[in-house]
């Protein structure tokens, strides 16, 4: 398997506090993203990173920030959250982009 | 625009082959991939195929490509009670989009 973790595996939160994700790669891939995951609609892109301080919006983004200052970590920010970001998040990793995409174990988030 | 569309469910006695199909709308998908997904886990890449490929057979698993149609499909020959998950259909495309579009996904179980 890829050498992707995700932190934390699950967690419940309040409506309108801040939540930060992070995932963490022992791969060196250039490539990361973030997807959320919600039943009917498979996943869908939040944010992607091509390089150190590279990122850009997916399909998604609205309401959710990302920061990557280091090759190995990609963080997802929800800086206010809202029971619409309850969900799974997936972050996953590839070496170029139109090479295959590996998956971490995924982060369970309840926004109460 | 980008779609891709699977059928949601599909049930099969153990032994039985599995048909998983897929449909996508943008011509200019370069790789379709298959992901597995088991309860509770991240994605894992089954297998993918090149858009110039009609066909590509790994073991068990048998991918087909009908680009005038858009059409994918999985084939699973003897399919045993550890398939049963949901299966993801993707395409990344050449257009900059650096990132995959899923399909929703299909729930294969199977029957022993």
């Known amino acids: 398997d890829a050498g992707i973790t995700q932190s934390p595996r699950h967690k419940v939160t309040e409506t309108g506090t801040p939540v930060t994700l992070r995932c963490h790669q022992t791969?060196?891939?250039?490539?990361m993203y973030w997807y959320r995951q919600d039943p009917g609609h498979g996943l869908r892109l939040i944010h992607y990173s091509y390089g150190v301080k590279d990122t850009d919006k997916g399909e998604v983004s609205d309401g959710y920030s990302v920061s990557r200052s280091k090759t190995e970590d990609f963080l997802l920010t929800l800086e206010s959250a809202t029971s619409s970001q309850t969900s799974v998040y997936f972050c996953?990793?590839?070496?170029?982009?139109?090479?295959?995409?590996?998956f971490g174990p995924g982060t369970r988030l309840t926004v109460t | 625009g980008e779609d891709v569309e699977q059928s949601l469910f599909l049930s099969v006695r153990e032994g039985d082959s599995s048909v998983i199909n897929c449909t996508y709308t943008?011509?200019?998908?370069?790789?379709l991939y298959w992901y597995k997904q088991e309860p509770g886990a991240g994605l894992q890449l089954l297998t993918y195929i090149f858009s110039n490929m009609d066909m590509k057979q790994d073991q068990r698993l048998t991918v087909l490509l009908n680009k005038k149609d858009k059409h994918l499909s999985l084939r699973i020959a003897d399919t045993q009670t550890g398939d049963s998950a949901i299966y993801f259909c993707a395409e990344i495309l050449d257009t900059g989009r650096r990132a995959l579009t899923f399909g929703s996904g299909t729930r294969l179980q199977v029957q022993p």
């Open positions: 996953a990793i590839s070496e170029s982009t139109v090479a295959e995409q590996y």
């Open positions: 791969e060196n891939h250039r490539y």
């Open positions: 943008d011509s200019s998908s370069t790789y």
